[in-house]
Every structure is written in structure tokens, then in C-alpha cells.
């Protein structure tokens, strides 16, 4: 509420010199920002291809990532894909009943899954679990020295510790997301056999019917665009930290809002290149 | 061919550095910085915080470009080294870090193994055998499977030692090595220094603000302020320094001793 004339004291607020000034000035910066991180993704993926083409090869490093992004999120996945196939089985069975047509909740579950959910969830998952430890552990060796240590034994820094972290993600992530199909699947399955009686024969056939080796192909080929992209950023933020703990965090913060904004983002332009 | 400088002081130079500029943004930090390190010797680059002291000890191995001047390792300025270049530089190079930047994910034994691994074909008994040696020089003995989070600072700076001797180079570099540690670590770090300089022949140049380890150790001194050595030599002649920041720094320490 507008305030009355008692409370009318002392020189009135002091507005900005150019309200327009500002906001161009703080949509520049954002701007600025954006593609400088573009500019320096796109230099470290140049790099991190022309490394792990040449040797020396860091198999033992590879391992240890592949293990890390891929076996150690087989649970978080599997659990992710069976509640996400019930509940989309549960919400499309109650739609579809309004038409007769609970025949379709199989292959409705089937498409969804394959194409759009499974890439995207399993990405945002591995980039919770696996990218904020990446960007996190970068980070720490930055800050710490350990990353200059490597330098000066003439170790490339960028070869021992950012490929091997890159090739896991664009690795495990679309095979992560064949757990998330396969369990997706048996969650739909569950809730619409077994919860809303629905004909198991009925949900096999129809789903056989619509759902071709090109859908699951499609989420396979995003979900290798999101593991590439989500341990390009985890690395990418986590090396070039600076400021102690507090940058360490704060790059951190950086590295999961740009993956997952850009997960959903790619997400559209894959599916619109692959259309 | 790289430009390189004849030098000029009868000892062979192993280290030159030449009208060295560095600016990050509007702050120069380095204006200009001309210094001479003879094959052997031990330089300390003594100065407060803020000096350059680090920006330039960065330089000597190739971790930062300048804007101008040249760094003359070895006979070959490494200014214009690209990055594989710099890497066989890096070889001759052996750096102890200030907080120790020891792996913290690796073992001491690994932490100490790892540039025999990365750049050399031993096998593992004879691997074992060099660590074994290395972490004898700098005093230690059982501490092989321990992780750097279980020693303490003292510690962790002398497995950094052993990690930068352990491929037995020409040169190496020593950063704040006594910072944050008690007098007596202070002084076992002096004469591990002093150690590893007698029994291996190296170059050692060692960047400190600490005056007492500054004059134990070194060959020559020279004096970082603001961006420039204002004064260098050997330790006594420095003592006598009439320049007025030299002076007022070492007043800290030789006034009160």
C-alpha cells in the first residue's frame, strides 16, 4: 500500500542513474558469459579429441572413470527408471481409459521412455552423481596445486585427468540409458498388468507393434550427446576453478545449472536434427 | 633455432631471465625483471607478499607466458615453447609446492613413483628401490602406504621433495618451502635443501619471505620488490644492501638478532 503523509521523511529513494543502462549492461554480461563458456567448451573439446587420439593412453584412468559414471550409477538409474515407467503408466492408463484405449498405454510408455525420458533422466542423474564429483575433484586438484604439479612433471593435465573423464561420459551414459529403457519398461509393465489389470498380452503386442529399434537407437544417440556434454562441463568448470573452497563450490553451482539446462536444451536439437 | 644469450659470468648459467614483463588485466606484476642463475648454485628470491615471487618462479618452468622478455632454461628460451616443448623442458625441472600438492588420492609411494612411471620403462623392484632412496635423502623411512592426508605438514613437504628428485633433475624449484611450518621443521626443511643440493648437485632456486632460511641456504639472494629485483648477490654482500626496502625488510629479522 502507498504509504501516508506521516511516514513522507528524509530525502526520497535514489533511483539509478539509467534504468535501461543497467539492464543492458546485465543482459550484456550474462551474454558475455554464455559464450565465453561456449568458447572455452568448444576449446577443451578440441583438445580433449586431439588428446585421446595420441598417445600415451590412460587406460587405467578410463577404467576408473568407466567404473565410477557407469557401474556405480547402475542403482540410482535402475531405481529412476522403474518409478518413472510406473508413474507414466499410471497417469497415461487414466487418460486413456476415458477412451477405450488402454491398449496404447504400452507402447505410449514404450516411446516416451526410449526417445525423451530415458537419455534425459539418466543424464540429469549421472550429472547429480557423477558430474558434481568430477567438477568437484577438478576443482580441489586446481586449487591445491595438484593440477600444476602434473604440469611441471610434463604430464599433460588435460589428457591424464579431462579425457578419460570426457570418454566415460559419452561411454556410459547412453548404456546407462539402456538401463533406464529396460527398467522404464518393467515399471510400465508392472502398474499396467499388475495394478490396473490391463492384459499383459495386449501390452507386449501393441508395444512390439509401435515401438521400432530406431527409438531406442534415438535415445542411445542423446544420451551419448548428454554424457559427452555433462563431463565436458563437470571438467570444464572444475579445471579452470579458482578462489579456494569458495570457487570450488561455486563452479560446482555453475557446471549442474549449465548441465542441465543444456540437457534439456540439446535435448530439443538432437531431436530435431535426428527428425 | 631459438635466440639464445652467451653468458657472461664465468660459471655456466643454467637459468637466465631476461627483461621480463607480466601484467594480469591493469596490475604489472613483473616490470622488467633481469636474473642469472649459475649451474649449482642454490638462488634464493627473497621478497614480501605480493612481490611476484611465485608469478616468477611460474615462468622459470614454462606455467605462465609473459608479455615480453625472455626465460633462457638450459641454453633455449622456453618462451615460445609450445606445449610439447615445454613438457621435455619440464624434465629438467623438479618443483616442491608450498602446501606439498601431493596426490591426495595416491599413497606416498605412488605420490613419489608416479614421474618414474609416467617418464621412465624401470621395472617395479627397481622402482621400489629408487623411492626407498629418495625418501631416504629427505629423512623419511615407513611412510610408503601412508596417504598425504595422514602426515603432517613437515612431512608432506618432504614426500613433495622426494616426488620432485625422484627422476634426478637438473634443476629444482623450491616454493615457500618453511611457510606455515614450526622452527624446527623450518630448519630440518634448510638442510634438506642443503641436502639434496650436496649429495645430487643440483640448481636449486628456492622463492622465500623467510630471512633466517633465506640466508642458511643460499648461494645468492635476490631481492623482489614490487615487481623488480632491487638488489642481488651473494648473502653477506645483501646484508650491507643500501637499498632502502632491502634494509627495512632485513631490519625485521637482523634487528632483532
Known amino acids: 500500500m502507498a504509504s501516508s503523509d506521516t511516514t513522507d521523511v528524509g530525502p526520497p529513494p535514489q533511483k539509478p542513474p539509467n534504468p535501461l543502462y543497467s539492464a543492458v549492461e546485465s543482459f550484456g554480461s550474462v551474454f558475455v558469459n554464455v559464450v565465453e563458456d561456449i568458447g572455452g567448451l568448444a576449446q577443451l573439446l578440441f583438445q580433449v579429441v586431439k588428446l585421446a587420439i595420441r598417445p600415451p593412453y590412460r587406460v587405467m584412468n578410463l577404467f576408473n572413470q568407466l567404473d565410477f559414471v557407469g557401474v556405480g550409477s547402475i542403482f540410482i538409474v535402475a531405481l529412476n527408471g522403474v518409478f518413472s515407467g510406473m508413474v507414466f503408466a499410471q497417469q497415461s492408463a487414466r487418460a486413456f481409459e476415458l477412451f477405450n484405449a488402454e491398449s496404447l498405454v504400452g507402447p505410449t510408455v514404450a516411446l516416451t521412455i526410449t526417445r525423451e525420458l530415458a537419455p534425459v533422466f539418466t543424464a540429469l542423474m549421472v550429472t547429480m552423481r557423477a558430474g558434481s564429483a568430477m567438477c568437484t575433484e577438478l576443482g580441489t586438484m586446481r586449487v591445491t596445486e595438484q593440477i600444476d604439479a602434473l604440469e611441471t612433471m610434463a604430464v599433460n593435465p588435460i589428457q591424464y585427468l579431462v579425457v578419460p573423464r570426457v570418454l566415460a561420459g559419452l561411454i556410459m551414459v547412453p548404456l546407462l540409458t539402456l538401463v533406464f529403457d529396460m527398467t522404464g519398461l518393467l515399471g510400465g509393465y508392472f502398474v499396467s498388468v499388475t495394478v490396473k489389470g490391463l492384459s499383459a498380452g495386449s501390452f507386449i503386442t501393441r508395444t512390439q507393434q509401435w515401438l521400432d529399434a530406431e527409438d531406442i537407437f534415438e535415445g542411445l544417440i542423446k544420451g551419448a550427446v548428454f554424457g559427452l556434454f555433462i563431463a565436458l562441463v563437470a571438467c570444464f568448470k572444475g579445471y579452470f576453478a579458482h578462489g579456494g573452497a569458495k570457487g570450488v563450490g561455486q563452479a560446482t553451482t555453475q557446471a549442474m545449472v549449465l548441465s542441465a539446462v543444456g540437457i534439456f536444451m540439446l535435448d530439443y536439437f538432437v531431436g530435431v536434427i535426428l527428425h | ?257
Open chain 2, 1 to 257: 633455432m631459438a635466440p639464445t644469450q652467451p653468458a657472461s659470468a664465468p660459471e655456466p648459467t643454467i637459468i637466465e631471465i631476461i627483461e621480463l614483463h607480466k601484467s594480469f588485466g591493469e596490475s604489472e606484476v613483473l616490470k622488467g625483471i633481469n636474473l642469472k642463475v649459475p649451474a649449482g648454485s642454490t638462488l634464493v628470491i627473497l621478497g614480501g607478499s605480493g612481490s611476484g615471487k611465485t608469478v616468477l618462479m611460474k615462468h622459470m618452468i614454462g606455467l605462465l607466458k609473459p608479455n615480453s622478455g625472455q626465460v633462457i632454461v638450459d641454453g633455449e628460451d622456453i618462451v615460445p615453447f609450445g606445449a610439447d616443448s615445454l613438457e621435455q623442458v619440464r624434465r629438467k625441472f623438479g618443483m616442491v609446492f608450498q602446501a606439498a600438492a601431493l596426490f591426495d588420492s595416491m599413497t606416498v609411494y605412488q605420490n613419489v613413483s608416479f614421474p618414474l612411471r609416467e617418464h621412465s620403462k624401470m621395472p617395479e623392484a627397481e622402482i621400489r628401490e629408487v623411492v626407498r632412496q629418495k625418501l631416504g635423502i629427505v629423512g623419511l623411512k615407513d611412510v610408503e602406504e601412508k596417504f598425504p592426508s595422514d602426515l603432517s605438514g613437515g612431512m608432506r613437504k618432504r614426500v613433495g621433495l622426494a616426488r620432485a628428485i625422484v627422476l634426478d633433475p637438473k634443476i629444482v624449484l623450491y616454493d615457500e618451502p618453511t611457510t606455515g611450518l614450526d622452527p624446527i621443521t623450518t630448519d630440518y626443511v634448510d638442510e634438506m635443501i642443503l641436502d639434496a643440493k650436496k649429495q645430487l648437485g643440483v640448481t636449486s632456486v628456492v622463492i622465500s619471505h623467510d630471512i633466517a632460511s633465506a640466508f642458511k641456504v643460499a648461494d645468492n639472494i635476490a631481492f623482489l620488490y614490487q615487481g623488480l629485483i632491487v638488489d642481488q648477490g651473494a648473502p653477506e654482500k645483501l646484508r650491507d644492501s643500501q637499498h632502502p626496502q632491502v634494509k627495512l625488510f632485513l631490519q625485521t629479522w637482523f634487528g632483532k638478532n
